[in-house]
C-alpha cells in the first residue's frame, strides 16, 4: 500500500516574507492589482468651544465698564453744564446790579491807658490798656442789597499780641447806609504774657512811634437782595492798619493816634470742614 502525503493547514515559516510573496504571485498570475491596505486611525478636527460659563462672565465684565464708562462721561457732562451755567448766572447778575462789598473806616482812635509792668523777683508781667475807639461801616450798593450782621468781635493786635477785646451789637446796613458806633470800650488786663510778647511790646512801647496797632473784627453775614433772594451766612473779616501814634498817655489826657494812612480791608472767611480759608 502507498502511502498518502496531505498538505499541513499552518502557514510555512520558512520565510518572512512568504505569506506576502505567495499572494503576489498569486495575484500576478490572475492579473488583478492588489488592493489597498487598511487606512489607519483618524483624528477628527473640533473647533475650540469656550465654556458657556467663562464667555458669559467676560461679556458682563465687558458690559460693566462699558457702563461705568458711560456713566462718568455723562456726570462729567452735567458738572461742566452745571458750571457753566452758574458761571453765567453770576456774571449776568454782577453786570445787572454791580455789588460791592462793605466799607469800614476808623474815625477816631484814643489811648486811655497802656502799661505794662515787669516784676524781676517774680519772674511775672502785667499788661493793662483801655482804649477808646469810634469807628463807621457803609454800605456802598445804591439799591437792592441789604447787609445783616451778627455780633462783632474786636480783636487789638500789637505784633501778634493781643493788646485788647471788645465786641460791637449786630445791626442792618441798607443801601447806602452809613452805621457809626461811638465810643467804643477796647481793653485788656492779663497777667500771663510768655516771655517773647514781653520782649516785643517793651521793645514797641519805647518807640517814639507808639506801638504797631492791628484791628481785627470778625462776624457773620448775610445777604438779602430785593425781598426775595437771600444768602445763607458767611463769615467776614475786617482788618484795620496803617494806625500810628498808638503811644502811652501822658497825664490825664488821652493819646489820640494818626488815622491820615489807615485803612480796613474786609475778606470772606469760608470754612471748608475743618479749615478756614
Same mark, same amino acid.
Given at each position: 500500500m502507498t502511502d498518502r502525503v496531505y498538505p499541513s493547514a499552518k502557514p510555512s515559516a520558512a520565510a518572512p516574507n512568504g505569506g506576502a510573496a505567495a499572494v503576489s504571485s498569486s495575484v500576478a498570475t490572475k492579473g488583478t492589482a492588489a488592493p489597498p491596505p487598511?487606512?489607519?486611525?483618524? @483624528?477628527?478636527y473640533r473647533p475650540y468651544r469656550p465654556n458657556s460659563a467663562s464667555q458669559h462672565r467676560r461679556r458682563y465684565r465687558r458690559r460693566c465698564r462699558c457702563t461705568a464708562c458711560c456713566c462718568c462721561f455723562w456726570t462729567i457732562l452735567a458738572l461742566l453744564i452745571l458750571l457753566l451755567l452758574t458761571a453765567t448766572a453770576g456774571v449776568a447778575f454782577y453786570i445787572l446790579y454791580r455789588p460791592h462789598r462793605p466799607e469800614f473806616s476808623i474815625m477816631a482812635l484814643r489811648t486811655k491807658a497802656l502799661n505794662l509792668t515787669i516784676d524781676p523777683s517774680a519772674a511775672s508781667s502785667h499788661l493793662s490798656t483801655s482804649f477808646n475807639l469810634t469807628l463807621s461801616s457803609w454800605n456802598p450798593n445804591s439799591h437792592y442789597f441789604t447787609f445783616f450782621y451778627d455780633p462783632f468781635d474786636v480783636t487789638f493786635l500789637s505784633g501778634a499780641v493781643p493788646v485788647g477785646n471788645s465786641s460791637l451789637p449786630a445791626f442792618v446796613s441798607g443801601p447806602k447806609n452809613q452805621t457809626v458806633f461811638k465810643s467804643v470800650i477796647v481793653s485788656a488786663s492779663s497777667s500771663d504774657l510768655d516771655t517773647d510778647s514781653v520782649k516785643s511790646l517793651r521793645s514797641d512801647l519805647r518807640r517814639a512811634r507808639g506801638i504797631p496797632l492791628i484791628i481785627q473784627m470778625d462776624t457773620k453775614m448775610k445777604?438779602?437782595?430785593?425781598?426775595?433772594? @437771600?444768602?445763607?451766612?458767611?463769615?467776614?473779616?475786617? +482788618?484795620?492798619?496803617?494806625?500810628?501814634? +498808638?503811644?502811652?498817655?501822658?497825664?490825664?489826657?488821652?493819646?489820640?493816634?494818626?488815622?491820615?494812612?489807615?485803612?480796613?480791608?474786609?475778606?470772606?472767611?469760608?470754612?471748608?470742614?475743618?479749615?478756614t480759608f
Open positions: 487598511p487606512p489607519g486611525k483618524t @483624528q477628527l445777604v438779602k437782595a430785593g425781598g426775595k433772594l @437771600q444768602s445763607k451766612k458767611v463769615g467776614i473779616r475786617v +482788618v484795620c492798619n496803617g494806625i500810628k501814634g +498808638v503811644v502811652a498817655p501822658k497825664g490825664k489826657s488821652p493819646a489820640v493816634a494818626t488815622l491820615d494812612s489807615s485803612q480796613c480791608k474786609v475778606d470772606l472767611r469760608i470754612k471748608i470742614w475743618k479749615f
